[in-house]
């Protein structure tokens, strides 16, 4: 077809941007008296869901508190997140099936943990991220944001198959994605819809068209990846359509200074200032309505301090245990450090007060991991957490044991939390119907 447009020139119609408005936060006076429901409607404020991706584990035997339920103590590599501790779950004794299945070291638990089971070849599943957010996240101006706090492009977000959703490693770069020359004030007199996001708004409209013709001469294989293709297409027109349309204006919705980051990459201090400006963006982001899904990819097995060449990931490996205290006191400190740098992030989050609590409240924080031990790739004895209650949809505060139960069964309980109508979720021996109905409101 002579007249075809070839997939480059689909794509980059696609992500090329446009003017995009952003929503205004919260206020006082667009809630009831409590502060919990919007006053117009009486609908809850919108509730959010955030991963956080910290591979390597924990020290196993040092983190697992003594008692169940309420009044658990946070022990050792946990004790930095003590200010959240009424807002945290904690899930002890679960592990990562592979049925008989080739462990792929730091890469086969994160695959089980973020889909549900182990892909093979590229017949994976959509990512629980993505799952949750085709409920909560299809009228926001981003359905989705990826950081990565190494600077990478990787992520364990994805749609299916091999493809991932690609991560923002500079903070710069995604405040100009935010607020860059492309950002339209929504407080303008005028408005006129950006001639580009009409034009590519035709593109797509015109691919579109074509698809039935395309698919007729498609194999099943290539029909199934087209279609998974023509849906982000779709996604894509239907955010255009909100670009065209005038929004509401939003005088309390300012564009803040741009950050200046540290250079992105492996060294563990630049990623740790990165990370603090990467928390006061997303944590704006949700407080101004522009995402209601995000992930946060720490990248640790190959962070290193300055002027090392020995990454965390060498460290968990090459490094003795000290037989004084018991444990790898240099992998031990990157632990400290990235359980550190998560409190930090929940602390961006939880600074922006929002009705009767803060933006932290209604948000959902997974944190997951790839490996009980990562000295020996141990698949079970798994460290899970989440933070936030999800605007009530979770309690917290709260220990739960599930000894020898897959670890599947946190991601099945945080997606029916965010509203996502399945009953069950993972493959074959990850496959689990059992939600932890204890931490359910």
């Known amino acids: 077809m002579s007249n075809s447009l070839t997939r480059r020139s689909i794509l980059r119609g696609a992500i090329g941007g446009g003017a995009v408005s952003v929503a205004l936060p919260f206020l006082d006076c ?83 943990a973020s889909t549900g089971g182990i892909p093979m070849g590229n017949n994976s599943g959509a990512s629980l991220d993505m799952n949750v957010a085709d409920v909560i996240g299809r009228n926001t101006r981003f359905r989705s944001l990826e950081v990565s706090l190494d600077g990478s492009r990787g992520s364990y977000s994805t749609r299916g198959g091999s493809t991932k959703n690609p991560s923002e490693g500079s903070p710069v770069a995604l405040y100009q994605r935010i607020f860059g020359p492309q950002f339209t004030d929504p407080n303008a007199a005028e408005f006129t819809p950006d001639p580009m996001v009409m034009a590519r708004r035709s593109v797509l409209s015109y691919v579109t068209d074509q698809r039935k013709s395309v698919i007729r001469q498609l194999g099943a ?106 444990y790898q006191k240099e992998s031990t400190w990157f632990m400290n450090w990235a359980n550190s740098a998560f409190a930090g992030f929940l602390k961006e989050l939880d600074s922006i007060p929002e009705g009767d609590g803060t933006v932290l409240d209604r948000v959902l924080m997974l944190w997951q991991t790839d490996h009980g031990d990562a000295r020996i790739h141990t698949m079970d004895a798994l460290p899970i957490m989440t933070v936030g209650s999800a605007g009530g949809r979770i309690k917290t505060g709260l220990h739960v044991s599930a000894h020898g139960d897959p670890a599947t069964r946190v991601g099945l309980t945080v997606q029916q939390a965010m509203g996502v109508p399945i009953s069950a979720w993972g493959d074959r021996s990850n496959e689990t119907s059992k939600t932890i109905t204890e931490v359910l409101a």
Request: glycine fraction near 10%; proline fraction near 6%; hydrophobic fraction near 35%.
């Open 221 to 326: 294989s290539d029909r199934e990846r087209l279609d998974r293709y023509f849906t982000s297409l779709r996604e894509v027109e239907h955010q255009l359509d909100l670009e065209m349309q005038k929004p509401a204006p939003l005088e309390a919705c300012t564009v803040p200074g741009e950050p200046t980051e540290a250079k992105p990459g492996s060294v563990v201090m630049d990623a740790d200032t990165n990370n603090r400006l990467f928390g006061a963006l997303v944590a704006h982001a949700l407080a101004c309505g522009q995402t209601r899904v995000f992930s946060i990819d720490v990248g640790a097995a190959g962070l290193r301090k300055q002027g090392s060449s020995l990454t965390w990931h060498m460290l968990t490996h090459e490094e003795p245990v000290d037989e004084a205290i018991g």
């Open 30 to 112: 667009f809630l009831n008296s409590n502060g919990t429901a919007l006053a117009a409607t009486g609908s809850p404020l919108p509730y959010s869901l955030g991963l956080w991706w910290q591979g390597l584990g924990l020290n196993p035997g040092s983190w697992e508190p003594s008692t169940i339920g309420k009044g658990f103590e946070l022990r050792n590599e946990l004790k930095v997140l003590e200010p959240f501790r009424d807002k945290l779950n904690l899930y002890t004794g679960t592990k990562y099936f592979l049925d008989g299945r080739p462990l792929e070291t730091h890469t086969t638990g994160y695959e089980i």
